[in-house]
């Protein structure tokens, strides 16, 4: 039986902008929104003069504050810092942290740059567990049209170039090399960091030990809104005001930040049911984007406290590791942001001229971990008939061969399903006789990468069953599934599934979609769930399996369409 081989396309190793996903046109977003109410949205922009003027104010009043009696009374017995007990009576900053300062810095800004790429391809959040338009809580994108057939990638929206990486529409498999490959690398220095903190007695000046801060810190905020500032004491304690927001930072919102980078691993939320029913996919993503707000508040009130409270002497104590106004930390510093404006400007033409190497790269940094979150087997159970969403996005290239067009007018009376390859027993098969296989049913959730969830209940047969049907040969450690469609540059669309993950429970072939037959923008009339993927690993309108003994032989050799053409990950449980 003919394998479908010959109807791959290889892909490219560049990615030319105006041919990317097949020619994919820009499209503008709006500037961001959150809903209030209903069916309200404010405008974000608005902050700006709003927060302006809440800060003229601000700066009156505590003007006014100051003057009174009681209030001075208040600064003078709180100042600002208050020095911790087991105090080093060497005070400073060793040079490991400002060498691993600068590191958390140069990484971060390819974390954030790839973290709002990646929002960019599902401009949209929400609290609730399923993405229905409408119930979104951010976005920064129009409305959902009220075309039928609106797919999660037409919703994606531009960037410009410097600001995303790498900059341009629908790149999220480049993206999340970048986001997933440097976040291990950030990781890795942040427990570096939380060791030597420990180890040297550093933790002291990040960590409150008297209820003494909090009213510290409010003398503090308010001696800097009156523009009469308190005393600087950073070389040998931190003010209260600093405390608060550097232990926040690092030891709230960074071990936050991965908590819900996990919490959107299609892997971890089917097999750990009891958090996942907490920290659903969606939650876990408006908690990642609201700890990305967090950062970027306090990197930049950070760098302005920086700059305008002694700027020199600011630097040497954390690039120079000394108390004094020279420039050398100046100097350091200066050195330091123009490795970090050449990574910077350098990451968006690197990405387009080399990304098999950001793809190979990025395999080699997450993949290990993303190899051992893949054999969490999932199981049935998590979800009921009250689960299922109301709106479930439709996605992907919808074919439109002369081959598909007459099978769905002949409402598949002529589909077969062809079964071939490493099988001791290559089968065709048309719908009748797949349902006449043993049914499976199933209530589950999707993941896309791109970001969307919903969930459905999908009967069909599971991969066992046809597994147990066509005896696979010991040779045979992957399952191929072709489609009926095309990708985006033309060329069938297929993936590749490690044989292992067939049997488990929640893997099948779906012929039915909440109670009703597939319908042709949710794969008509056979599609692919693996519970622990992706959804661009879910093929739609299948038309073939082949048991093989490894891809690499097939189209680019990279384990699937979008691996071969927009250089996603043959393994995504991330």
């Known amino acids: 039986m003919q394998s479908f081989r010959s109807q791959l396309t290889t892909g490219e190793d560049v990615v030319d902008p105006v041919t990317w996903a097949g020619s994919v046109p820009q499209a503008h977003g709006i500037a961001p929104r959150v809903r209030y109410g209903r069916s309200r949205w404010f405008n974000l922009l608005w902050l ?30 709180y100042p600002g ?49 399923h993405s229905t338009p ?59 960091f939380y ?27 308010i001696q800097y809104l009156s523009l009469n500032w308190p005393t600087e004491t950073g070389w040998a304690a931190y003010n209260g005001l600093q405390l608060i927001a550097y232990f926040i930072t690092v030891f709230l919102a960074a071990p936050l930040a991965v908590i819900t980078g ?31 707000v967090w950062f970027l508040l306090f990197i930049v009130i950070h760098v302005t406290l920086v700059f305008t409270t002694g700027l020199l002497r600011n630097l040497n104590h954390i690039y120079a590791g000394r108390n004094d106004g020279s420039w050398v930390g100046f100097g350091v510093f200066a050195a330091s942001m123009v490795v970090v404006i050449v990574g910077w400007v350098a990451a968006t033409p690197f990405t387009l001229r080399h990304p098999r190497v950001v793809q190979q790269v990025g395999f080699a940094l997450i993949g290990p971990a993303q190899r051992l979150f893949e054999h969490l087997d999932s ?17 992907g290239q919808y074919p439109d061969s002369p081959e598909y067009q007459a099978l769905l007018q002949g409402n598949f009376a002529d589909y077969r399903l062809r079964i071939n390859g490493l ?55 992957w399952v191929v599934f072709y489609s009926l469609g095309d990708g985006p540059d033309k060329g069938i669309y297929y993936d590749a599934h490690p044989i292992e993950q067939m049997s488990y429970h929640l893997t099948m072939l779906a012929y039915d979609m909440n109670g009703q037959p597939l319908s042709f923008g949710h794969g008509a009339p056979l599609r692919l769930r693996n519970e622990t ?42």
């Open 423 to 477: 099988v001791d027993n290559p089968v065709d098969l048309d719908l009748a006789q797949l349902r006449a296989l043993a049914p499976h049913e199933q209530i589950t959730q999707h993941f896309c990468i791109q970001g969307w969830s919903g969930i459905a209940k999908w009967g069909g047969v599971s991969m066992q069953t046809i597994m147990d049907l066509v005896t696979p040969q010991p040779e045979a450690k």
């Open 134 to 192: 409408g119930k979104d809580w951010f976005r920064i994108q129009k409305p959902v049209p009220a075309d039928p057939l609106w797919t999660a990638k037409q919703d994606s929206i531009s960037l410009p170039g410097q600001v995303g990486l790498p900059g341009i529409r629908h790149s999220i498999g480049l993206a999340r090399w970048w986001h997933l490959g440097i976040d291990t690398m950030w990781l890795l220095n942040g427990l570096v």
């Open 48 to 77: 700006l003069p709003i927060g302006f003027v809440v800060l003229i104010v601000a700066v009156a009043a505590a003007k006014g504050l100051r003057a009174t009696p009681s209030v001075a009374r208040f600064i003078e017995r």
């Open 262 to 292: 996990l919490g959107m691993s299609p892997a971890l939320s089917t097999r750990f049911k009891r958090i996942s029913k907490v920290l659903s996919i969606q939650t876990a993503r408006s908690l990642h984007f609201l700890v990305l």
């Open 195 to 221: 060791v030597l903190l420990f180890a040297t007695g550093q933790w002291r000046r990040l960590v409150p030990t008297s209820w003494d801060v909090f009213p510290n810190a409010g003398s503090v905020l």
């Open 81 to 129: 810092t208050a020095e911790a007990a087991g105090s080093d009576p060497n005070p400073g900053l060793p040079l490991w942290v400002g060498a691993q300062h600068f590191l958390n810095l140069f990484l971060m800004i390819f974390i954030i740059r790839s973290g709002v790429q990646i929002l960019s391809d599902h401009p949209r959040l929400y609290w609730t567990r």
């Open 379 to 395: 199981t049935p159970g998590e979800y009921t008939d009250k689960d299922i969403s109301p709106y479930f996005w439709h996605n």
């Open 533 to 574: 993927q992706l959804g661009f690993k879910q093929v739609k309108w299948i038309k073939g399996v082949e048991f093989v003994a490894h891809y690499s032989q097939l189209g680019g050799g990279y384990g699937g369409y979008n691996q071969d053409h927009e250089f996603f990950g043959y393994r995504q449980s991330i």
